[in-house]
């Protein structure tokens, strides 16, 4: 247990269907980073919050959206879902650069 | 913008045999730089890292990496495979300094086969 927290671990949905993914970082960390990870793209950078602000947007398409509240959890918003959407999502928490990662949530667009 | 090169797609080597992962990274100054392991359907679990001093820096599970400021490089290195270190690897950086994000770039990772 790494001690960051992915849910759900799976989802299968259908296309132009909206999904919420949640983090909770290890305790006492204040920054979340998203990732996606799919075989053609690898380990794309997504976004980064740092104790509920924003600090940094990557390859994040406009579909996307996150946040993060003050228990300093994050939720990571798919909107209007295609086929290409379909990856591996992992959320990393931080200090001190000591990224850890969370096992992930394998996202099905079907 | 930083980037980080894994120029083996897929290595096979036998049990026992010795192990070397490239890496190179292009970046304006030395960034931190690490190793993480991924097993099919898991997480990325951190093999070692490097922030500065010694230039060999020591992991878990028997691996070891070199920094090579000269040519950019950060190599993953194992003297005995293991069947269980199956997997893929990969490399990322992150800046050393400045600005607010210091989000992880990676490599696109290295797929790794052990032969019995």
């Known amino acids: 247990d790494s001690g960051v927290t992915q849910t759900p671990k799976h989802l299968i949905t259908a296309t132009g269907q909206r999904v919420t993914l949640r983090c909770s970082p290890r305790?006492?960390?204040?920054?979340v980073y998203w990732y996606q990870q799919s075989l053609d793209q690898g380990l794309q950078f997504l976004i980064h919050?740092?104790?509920?602000?924003?600090?940094a947007k990557g390859n994040i398409l406009e579909r996307f959206s996150a946040q993060q509240f003050p228990d300093l959890h994050s939720e990571l918003n798919l909107s209007s879902l295609e086929l290409g959407d379909s990856a591996l999502y992992f959320c990393?928490?931080?200090?001190?650069?000591?990224?850890?990662f969370g096992s992930g949530t394998r996202l099905t667009v079907v | 913008a930083q980037s980080v090169t894994q120029p083996d797609i897929h290595i096979t080597v036998s049990e026992g045999a010795s192990l070397e992962l490239r890496c190179n990274y292009s970046?304006?100054?030395?960034?931190?730089l690490f190793w993480y392991v991924q097993s099919p359907g898991q997480g990325l679990q951190l093999l070692l890292k490097?922030?500065?001093?010694?230039?060999l820096v020591q992991g878990i599970k028997g691996f070891e990496a070199e920094f090579k400021r000269s040519q950019s490089s950060f190599n993953l290195r194992k003297p005995s495979v293991h069947w269980s270190d199956a997997a893929e690897y990969f490399c990322?950086?992150?800046?050393?300094?400045?600005?607010?994000?210091?989000?992880?770039?990676f490599g696109k990772g290295t797929l790794l086969t052990v032969n019995p």
């Open positions: 990393a928490s931080s200090a001190y650069r000591g990224y850890t």
């Open positions: 490097y922030f500065s001093g010694d230039t």
């Open positions: 305790s006492g960390d204040l920054s």
């Open positions: 970046y304006g100054a030395t960034p931190y």
């Open positions: 919050y740092y104790n509920g602000e924003e600090r």
């Open positions: 990322a950086v992150a800046p050393n300094s400045g600005g607010s994000n210091y989000k992880l770039t």
